[in-house]
């Protein structure tokens, strides 16, 4: 099963068409549905049971707060000048988990990533 992904609006286009350049679908909400809100978000991408790329920290308190379970969420936290550092990241974390993201938390860093279970 292809891994299914969805990139926040909030996410920078070049990390979405890096991403789209390594082969890899990404629904980018700016493209299908700019200014949906976080919850309309969050039902979508749980409904399709897929991975949301977000820049929002806010994603972390509908996964545990809330309990939205049916979802894996890819969480970006960067400065501007480490866009270049960042893409490499997320590649190299979603080649490297592509088939284990689902239902996980992953926080990742231009240097280093973690990742956090979502039960």
């Given at each position: 099963?292809?891994l ?12 979405v ?12 909400i700016?493209?299908t549905?700019?200014?949906l809100s976080?919850?309309?978000i ?19 308190e ?7 379970k ?9 400065k501007t000048?480490e866009l ?9 974390v979603i080649l ?11 926080v990742?860093t ?10």
């Amino acid at each position: 099963m292809p891994l299914n992904l969805f990139a926040d609006e909030c996410v920078h286009k070049r990390i979405v068409d890096a991403l789209r350049r390594n082969g890899y679908q990404v629904d980018y909400i700016s493209e299908t549905n700019p200014g949906l809100s976080d919850s309309a978000i969050v039902d979508l991408v749980s409904k399709k049971s897929a991975i949301l790329i977000t820049e929002d920290s806010d994603f972390g308190e509908w996964v545990f707060v809330h309990g939205y379970k049916n979802i894996g969420v890819v969480f970006l936290r960067y400065k501007t000048d480490e866009l270049e550092s960042i893409i490499q990241a997320v590649l190299k974390v979603i080649l490297k988990f592509e088939k284990k993201m689902f239902k996980k938390f992953i926080v990742i860093t231009s240097k280093k990533y973690r990742i956090r279970e979502i039960d």
